[in-house]
């Protein structure tokens, strides 16, 4: 494994039963890189983060973060080690405000993992990160004057941009986003895609699951495809879309580059060779 991966995976195999549910997954991130992972529905996409964040033990296979082994390493240790993961369903605390949730997720990082030192992490006042949590939620933007706002009366957009706040808020050095961008809307999704590649250009290297093949294929720099638990793609947005694998696989029917860039909403267009026919959306 060579030091331009922050995170790689050798062969890794998950399997619940009689599934294979990862079969020999072998991927690597480099720094600074914005990679999406892309598949149809039960793929094993989820399955990969959860294995890499050390919720799963992969049955076989291997998981280094920043050149060190982490395979059987608990989540907690892993997060504490640069890399924090976003989930699939909103974790998003009702009851809190917008400012107090990201404060709740920046305490954490102060918390150990010995009775003690726990203690005494708790004995912090909550509210003593309220400027840096400020700074985050102006670096993420769109928060102003409504950071006092209760979490639950945020539209659902902001929910998921706060989501990403609070990620931001453990200090990642590597970002797993599991389908940030679902259930938006074409602005919203424009919107996400902006914060996700400001994140990027701040140097957090970001692995993105996200079922919109027009979106992923617009602002990542890599796309690796799953298919049952295997990794069928692995290279630049443009010959991927293009790949016959793939298109058969999930995509359905070749992607154009004016769709990407009208999916897109306005970010830089990624140069494809025009193909005839209108696209399938991945959409779920
Ligand atoms: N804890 C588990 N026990 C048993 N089977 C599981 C478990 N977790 C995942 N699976 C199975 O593994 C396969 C991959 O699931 P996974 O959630 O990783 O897919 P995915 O690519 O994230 O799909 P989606 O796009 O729908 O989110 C599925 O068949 C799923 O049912
Ligand atoms: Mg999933």
């Not at 294995?51 to 033990?57: E, F």
Request: hydrophobic fraction near 40%.
């Amino acid at each position: 494994m060579s030091d331009k991966y922050v995170l790689f995976t050798q062969d890794i195999t998950m399997r619940f039963g009689g599934l294979n549910a990862l079969d020999s997954v072998t991927i690597g991130l480099k720094k600074g890189e914005l990679l999406a992972v892309v598949g149809p529905n039960g793929a094993g996409k989820t399955t990969f983060f959860n294995v890499v964040s050390g919720i799963y033990k992969p049955t076989s296979g291997t998981v280094w973060l920043k050149g060190k082994e982490i395979t059987q390493k608990p989540p907690f240790l892993i997060a504490r080690n640069g890399m924090v993961r976003t989930f699939q369903n909103l974790g998003i605390y009702d009851n809190l405000t917008v400012i107090e949730s990201v404060c709740v997720a920046m305490h954490r990082k102060f918390l150990k993992n010995n009775l003690m030192k726990t203690l005494k992490g708790f004995l912090v006042p909550w509210d003593t990160n309220k400027p840096e949590a400020m700074t985050i939620l102006e670096f993420i933007g769109g928060f102003k004057g409504i950071e006092n706002e209760l979490c639950i009366n945020l539209p659902y957009g902001f929910q998921k941009y706060l989501e990403i706040a609070r990620s931001l808020a453990m200090g990642p050095e590597v970002l797993l986003l599991d389908e940030p961008a679902a259930g938006l809307n074409q602005s919203e999704k424009t919107e996400i895609s902006r914060i996700i590649k400001k994140i990027v250009s701040s140097g957090v290297s970001v692995m993105l699951i996200e079922h919109d093949i027009k979106m992923v294929s617009n602002i990542s720099d890599r796309i690796v495809v799953l298919d049952y638990g295997k990794q069928i793609a692995d290279g630049v947005p443009k010959d991927v879309i293009c790949d016959p694998k793939v298109i058969s696989a999930y995509i359905g029917k070749p992607v154009t580059s004016a769709e990407i860039e009208a999916g897109s909403g306005g970010c830089d267009p990624v140069t494809v060779s025009v193909q005839t026919g209108q696209a399938a959306s991945a959409d779920e």
